[in-house]
Every structure is written in C-alpha cells, then in structure tokens.
C-alpha cells in the first residue's frame, strides 16, 4: 500500500513538474521567479581558473546565441557524480531553482544535483 501511495505521488509531482516548465526562450519572462525550465544543452565550460569556478551550460543554443544558462559553481560541484560540461551536453534536461538575470540573460544557478533531471 505504501509503495502505490508513494508511486502516486511521484506520479503527481512529475505531472506538476511539467505543467509549469517553461522553455528556455521564455525564460528571461519569469526573472525572480522559481521555475522548471527544459530544453537541449548545446554546451558547456568549466572555468576552473575564475573566480568561484563556474561551470557554464547554454541550454536551447550554443553560446553566445543561447537564450539560458544554468551554472555551478565549483563549491558545488563534488555534488554531482559526473562532470556536467561534458556529460549534460546534447541531453534535454529540466532544471528547477529561481531564474536571474545576468547581464541581460536568464539563468538558474544550481547548488545541488536534485535541481536537474535528464530527460
């Protein structure tokens, strides 16, 4: 019984998930909002040597002509079990967490591997 109660409610969650994802072109429409936000991953960088070590993955086009961006940041990134600039890229994935504005640009900055799934 448990079980069917616990698939039931995965079942509702990823529905919900879906419902209010938004494609990465519609992004920048919902700046200090929490969002899902799917699309292809057409690259990504590890910056290893800047401040912070961002990873950088563009999402819906390759850079600069992406209009998304999700980013870790190096303190973040023993988080996940792969190395996501190069992993991630041609995959479609969601990610969830608030959108920001960077220099005139959406992005989720991600600090935990549970903010991404591959689809």
């Known amino acids: 019984m448990r ?6 409610i ?19 429409k919902y700046i200090g909002q929490k969002k899902t936000v799917c699309g292809k991953v057409f690259g990504g960088r590890f910056l290893e040597n800047a401040k ?19 980013v870790i940041f190096a303190n973040d990134r023993k988080k996940f079990s792969f190395k ?24 989720i900055i991600l600090s935990d591997s549970t903010q991404i799934m591959i689809k």
């Open 3 to 8: 079980r069917i109660l616990a698939m039931v």
């Open 52 to 70: 912070d070590g961002p990873t950088l993955l563009n999402v819906g086009a390759a850079y600069p002509n992406n209009p998304f961006t999700f």
């Open 84 to 107: 996501p600039e190069e992993f991630l890229i041609d995959k479609n994935v969601c990610v969830t967490g608030d959108i920001k504005d960077y220099r005139g640009k959406p992005e």
């Open 10 to 28: 995965l079942c509702v969650l990823m529905s919900s998930l879906h419902a209010q994802a938004v494609g990465p072109e519609e992004a920048s």
